[in-house]
């Protein structure tokens, strides 16, 4: 490789697409590895962080990662197709390349997290960072108190990754809510309610030893933090992980300025506090 | 620092001789505005210092460049072509500017690609001008500067005071010494405060800084934000003239093979309603009011890594907006209209 790239953070490494199918009707999975062997084993990142994933004639975006850093080796992806970047993404075959960079972005507080119970809240495509800390959890569950997975979708044809979070509900150390709008067929086995309504199954938590996440389109967030802040959780213990536009992912192209703070940075991970102190965050 | 002086007579050939360490830049005039250009004609190089069209940092952070050539997926970097260039004739204002772009490029993740260009871009700086209509140096502490330069001439009349800012700087002052003279007596001093002096009384608008930044939180509903997206053309002038805006976009531009191609990079303007859409239509500053408040949160409050203002007085955006929107004009709306036009 070209010695100057070495130093140069907007050069994407190349990896291959190992494995991917459709989580929904635009939604899709993608397990990817750093061709080089070393760098895929040694990678660090933490749940809620990001990595730019470009092909060449198309560009870059920033997707979040889904697997957990406990299961080194792959990166895992979920992506919807809404333009260019995605659309040439999902014309893609198995083992293509792709170039990727990062991690990027703050990623949720693990070390602050850790010894709390924690209430995931996943609407849609929030599925994508938040599977990363569910994961995460559950491999490592002795440092968690109790975790909730609370998860909405339109139908049941929405709900990403719906098989494998309905054989978490198997698990007897996970309490697994899940919810659809609407269930078109009537064989949906889970509850049939906004998922603002699972929150009545949420008991006797001690809140200020809870931590909540949430992430999802951005109607749900309003009405999810009513119900988190009704709960009695500290504002500065509910987190959030925000969607921009990022053109560079490191603080350098803009885009995704909220005051002068760089969402790509300081973020994307945001405390209900952060919030309410920058009005543009949501 | 090291300071020295220098004859007024002898910058021309001290210039001349600069130009073994790169191309000799400096301003021209075009037509009625001035511009940085290359200067291989000497006549045409304006020595006292003029607001130019565009800051400096068009050299530096240029307005379209290839970052990347990629062949496949594999991806190269594009650092090779940047020129060495000798750049006279920077203002105090367009110097402060680069401080300030220098933290945003150089922290957390340094960008080669500025990086390289500062580095091979010897800035020569000027003071002591005639402030004219709109300068705002004074009002914003960026009429002197200390750092971020490799000379600076300070112009006294009778000579100039020359500061080395940088080891590039004094070994350009080394090819000629015989122009350099470090014996600085009482004379220069006086000279140079006289000279300060004359200049401070010039300014004619100010804005004060203590309590702008303040006045900005307390106004986030003001209705002059309304009053001034409905003003605004969207033409982005104020972003590309303003010596702190860094924004920019990337596109990739496949040759027709379509397997080779090119990563571009050009300047990007947060008053663009495309700016911050993100997929599924949501946009978090929708209104052109939206816009101009971040825009203008940016110049008057807090910017960048370390949250300042990031205005620089220079008057561009005054010279610039063809419908009057500028921080002058912003600063007396937010004031309700109570701010006077006059001297601080
Ligand atoms: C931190 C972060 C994590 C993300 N994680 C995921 C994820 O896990 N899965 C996923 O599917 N998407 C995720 N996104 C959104 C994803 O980046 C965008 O959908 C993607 O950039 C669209 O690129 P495109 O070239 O396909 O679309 P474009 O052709 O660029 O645009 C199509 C539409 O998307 C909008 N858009 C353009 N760029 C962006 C952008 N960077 N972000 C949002 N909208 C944009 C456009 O305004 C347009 O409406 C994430 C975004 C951020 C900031
Ligand atoms: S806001 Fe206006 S006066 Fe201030 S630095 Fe930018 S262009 Fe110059
Ligand atoms: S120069 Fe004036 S009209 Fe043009 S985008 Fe800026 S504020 Fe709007
Ligand atoms: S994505 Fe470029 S600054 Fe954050």
Redesign the pocket.
Known sequence: MNKSNEENPFVPEPARIVRKYDLSDD?RFFQIRFVDMEKALSMRYLPGQ?MMLSIAG??E????I?STPSRPGLLE???????????ALFRLKENSIVGIRGPY?NGFPLDKIKGNNLIIVVGG?GA??LRSLLLYALDNRDNFGNVYLLHGARTPSDMLFKEEFLELKERDDLQCLLSVDKDPTGDWPCYVAKVTKLFKYVKNVNVAKTYAAVCGPPVMYKFVIEKLVKLGIPKHQILM?L?????CGIGKCGH?VVGHTY??IDG?VFTYWDVTNMRELI | MRVLWMKKEDLREFLESSKQFGELWGPVQKGEVYVYDKIDDFSRLILEPKRTLLPVKKLIHPPEFNILRYEGETYKTELENIPRRVVYGVPPCDIHGLLILDDLFRRYYPDPYYITRRERTAILGVSFCTPTEGCLCKSMGTDVVQEGFDLFFSDLKDFYLVWVGSSLGDDMVKVRPDLFNNNITRKHLDKFMECKKERDEKFTKSIDMTVIPDIMELSYDSPVWEEIGERCLECGACTMVCPTCNCYNVVDEPSISGFTGERRRYWDCCIFT?YS?????DNFRATRADRLKLWYTHKLKSFGYSGKPACVGCGRCIDTCPVDINVLSVVRGLLGGKEKEGKS
């Not at chain 1, 969607?243 to 053109?247: L, N, S």
């Open positions: 939604v990001f198309a560009g975006a920033p997707f979040s889904s992806f979920c992506v919807r197709e809404v333009g260019e970047v995605t659309r972005g495509l994508a960072p992980t969607e921009r536009r990022m053109k995704c969402t790509c994307p | 495309e859409l993100v997929a599924g239509g």
